[in-house]
């Protein structure tokens, strides 16, 4: 829990029982926050708290866009303070104290930095990008120095931060950090932008991205290949679509791909009896074949 101020983030006894929690958890276990405040909640109802979660929770339904929803209501006053935590500058009644616990925590204590500025900065991408504040690249900076969110939904469309520079921002903070194979669902809307950067060839663990409604996005980096885990596409109603990188049918593990409402690239689709992948007749696996079809057809016209 963190109370309105956050005066807990400046407490060192607070700090030590975070490190004990955060740096030294046990697989599984996660960093979430709650506060006290008042508000409607998505679904209409009233409501007395609201958190921020490391990761998606049972009311998410698995939707990354519902967490995104839910930690709107966090105040961006708080988490600003969240973003600018240090523990090594926790407040101690008695001064043994906290050189006690800092001498107890000693390195870790940047990681157990890291990991606090992660998590309220993942909550909050969407609104501070929205806004174009220029705090935008203190966040950006805090995801890139942490371990990424393992999901993340951010919608620029029909706001003052719905720009390139923005959005090529975003993934190279994520494909940036230590770890960003962790980073697993991406969900990303923009108007605006008409490319996304190379970098995102190292989110090599991300299974789903979706794109839907991206309007002015061209075409797609060729690094896109070396996503071998992507597994679902989705390209729907990106009208400005007019081409895909050559070797994406290499990308074996693609199960489903949309692009629907995608007019310069639909036309260019056809079935065939059979394909050959990878020097291996598919044509006994008919979703297989059907999405290597597709995606053929897709790249060559």
Aim: aromatic fraction near 6%; hydrophobic fraction near 40%; include cysteine.
């Amino acid at each position: 829990m963190v109370d309105a101020n956050g005066v807990s983030w400046s407490r060192i006894w607070c700090v030590y029982e975070m490190y004990v929690s955060v740096v030294g958890q046990r697989p599984g276990f996660t960093y979430d926050m709650y506060t006290t405040f008042e508000h409607t909640d998505q679904y209409g109802q009233k409501a007395f708290a609201v958190g921020i979660t490391q990761g998606m929770v049972h009311v998410d339904k698995g939707y990354s866009q519902c967490k995104s929803r839910r930690e709107a209501h966090f105040t961006i006053e708080l988490i600003d303070r969240g973003v600018s935590f240090k523990g090594e500058d926790g407040d101690a009644s008695v001064a043994a104290d906290k050189v006690n616990i800092l001498n107890e925590i000693g390195n870790p204590a940047i990681e157990l930095n890291q990991t606090i500025h992660g998590v309220v900065s993942a909550a909050v991408l969407e609104r501070v990008l929205k806004a174009n504040r220029q705090e935008r690249h203190i966040y950006l900076s805090a995801v890139r120095e942490s371990s990424p969110p393992r999901e993340l939904s951010v919608d620029l469309s029909d706001s003052d931060g719905d720009t390139q520079e923005n959005v090529t921002a975003l993934i190279d903070a994520l494909a940036g950090c230590s770890e960003p194979s962790k980073c697993e669902q991406l969900t990303l809307l923009t108007k605006r932008a008409t490319e996304l950067p190379q970098s995102l060839c190292r989110l090599t663990g991300l299974t789903e991205l979706n794109l839907r409604s991206c309007r002015s996005l061209v075409g797609l980096p060729d690094s896109i290949t070396q996503m071998v885990a992507l597994t679902d596409l989705c390209l729907s109603e990106c009208p400005s679509l007019v081409s895909l990188p050559g070797s994406m049918n290499q990308m074996v593990a693609l199960k489903w791909l949309s692009f629907s409402g995608c007019r310069s690239l639909v036309g260019a689709v056809k079935l065939l009896p059979d394909v050959v992948v990878n020097g291996n007749t598919q044509a006994h696996d008919p979703i297989r074949q059907t999405q290597v079809v597709l995606l053929q057809h897709l790249v060559n016209g």
